[in-house]
């Protein structure tokens, strides 16, 4: 009998935990069962992983595989634990150094042809990690700079299963850091020198921006009042560091962060349509619920064009977020919660009745 540890990490919402990913290599029927509490597309990393490996180059060991992932009353949900299973069965098989497992988080999608593909959520995973006392990870190349976004991190990048063999048994391998983009002053969005006019309109936009007011435009059609609301994050200040990274955590979750832009530095800007469904706006979905607009829009603007036009149930659950700035969201597979501080920023129309 063989045995193995890796480590990665379970996401629920924004709080992650440690899980351990224990591999057993038994006398018996050759197979692979992985038990604690995976869901469908963790099932499914069984023919990921046996694949990856073979294509790499190693021998996949005939025995009877048994995959544990502790703590087992945690549910776990996606792909991002195929390389700890990977590396788990090949330290199992004696094929990687066991040593070199311990210590060190490792997080990556592998493909069939070995792989190692982006996954969402690396910086939260990462402080996770890093919180935990894990201060070394092994990331795919195209979330490497999402990960070094964290200090005291040793963070690795890694194309494929090869590299990481490579890696963790200490020989040279191609690593590529992807260009990481910064937004630069003055080039980040529209601007409000564009508005010409509206003098009570930009004075009252202002006045939310500089006081955190949420605020309600009313104007005929045409009268610029999108206009005006798309310049409020530029009146706001840039996010420091600590609003920075809780910003990117939220984007990174709902993989809504790109690839070449790591960093979240400017209070973003959520404008969900009229016919957008509760989940869209405060979060939803099955298993764990993922977050919506008004997450996606923490420490910025959520705009409401024509805000009369939108689900009454929609509005009413706004009540939350606007009143404690965090929203708790229960599903089956457990409670997620997501930050929601945001400004309101609402515009209508005036109604047909009313005298002009």
Known sequence: MALARAYAVGLV???GHVVEVEADLAQGLPGLTVIGLPDASLAEARDRVRSAVVNSGQAWPQKRITLA???ASLPKR????????????????QALPAGALQGRVLLGELGLDGRVRPIPGVLPAVLTASEAGIHRVVVPLENLAEARLVPDVDARGVGSLRDLV???????????EPVRVLPEPGTDGPDMLDVAGQVVGRTAVEVAAAGGHHALLLGPPGSGKTMLAERMPGLLPALDRKAALEVTAVHSVASALPRDQPLVTRPPFQAPHHTATIASIVGGGAGIARPGAASLAHRGVLFLDEAPEFSPRALDALRQPLESGRLSITRVGGTATYPASFTLLLAANYCPCAKP
Not at 80 to 91: E, K, T
Not at 166 to 176: A, F, I, M, P, Q
Request: hydrophobic letters at 50%; zero cysteines; glycine letters at 12%.
């Open 13 to 15: 919402g924004l709080d």
């Open 78 to 93: 996606g792909s991002g634990f195929d390389l700890a299973l990977a590396a788990a069965v090949l330290a199992a098989a």
């Open 69 to 71: 992932l502790s703590p």
């Open 166 to 176: 490579r890696l963790l048994t200490g020989e040279e391998y191609d690593e590529v």
